[in-house]
T-cell receptor, first 113, second 117 residues
């Protein structure tokens, strides 16, 4: 079975500080893609970052970076220099050869001014 | 590109009424997905299409739900009759198959917020 677990339902961080959101997954596949999506209060789902499982280098997009540990099946998201606009629900997801996405339950992040 | 377009953005209806949600995927994308998001169940995949053909509808909750994709640029999700427990945000997403054989990502529409009274 394919599962995605986000063990932190809620988190908060001071503006300009760094925060890390955790995600673990379970799959028997060897090749797959991992994603972090952001859902602000507007409810729009926005792709934050993507990681190919066959790449050892961690993906980075400006202030967002991931720590991908394939053996541990861990895929955490680090947000540096947090901004008020980062307040949102964050969903971890992965996709396997079946081309179907599996989403975690989300982590609600609040950036405190 | 305008992105994935969904209409209406908000829908309020009474129990028993028929509800039709619409989606226009990104041009050139050959996968289309319908998701439902609720506080209780999170984000659930209802059904997805590949080249206008339904591939997996195992997530459709019951016979009251139906989805169609008559052409590559349009899909509908219909609920008939609607019930209060159908109240949720319904997302449409689209993607295309890359040379790797994977979609690589899905692009979500803004969602339709449905309230059934």
């Amino acid at each position: 079975a394919q599962t995605v677990t986000q063990s932190q339902p809620e988190m908060s961080v001071q503006e300009a500080e760094t925060v890390t959101l955790s995600c673990t997954y379970d799959t028997s596949e060897n090749n797959y893609y991992l994603f972090w999506y952001k859902q602000p209060p507007s409810r729009q789902m926005i792709l934050v970052i993507r990681q190919e499982a066959y790449k050892q280098q961690n993906a980075t997009e400006n202030r967002f970076s991931v720590n991908f540990q394939k053996a541990a099946k861990s895929f955490s998201l680090k947000i540096s220099d947090s901004q008020l606009g980062d307040t949102a629900m964050y969903f971890c997801a992965f996709m396997t050869t079946g081309n179907q996405f599996y989403f975690g339950t989300g982590t609600s992040l609040t950036v405190i001014p | 590109d305008a992105g994935v377009i969904q209409s209406p953005r908000h829908e309020v209806t009474e129990m028993g009424q028929e509800v039709t949600l619409r989606c226009k995927p990104i041009s050139g994308h050959d996968y289309l997905f319908w998701y439902r998001q609720t506080m209780m169940r999170g984000l659930e995949l209802l059904i997805y299409f590949n080249n206008n053909v339904p591939i997996d509808d195992s997530g459709m909750p019951e016979d009251r739900f139906s989805a169609k994709m008559p052409n590559a640029s349009f899909s509908t999700l219909k609920i008939q009759p609607s019930e209060p427990r159908d109240s949720a945000v319904y997302f449409c997403a689209s993607s295309d198959l890359k040379s790797t054989g994977y979609q690589e990502t899905q692009y979500f529409g803004p969602g339709t917020r449905l309230l059934v009274l």
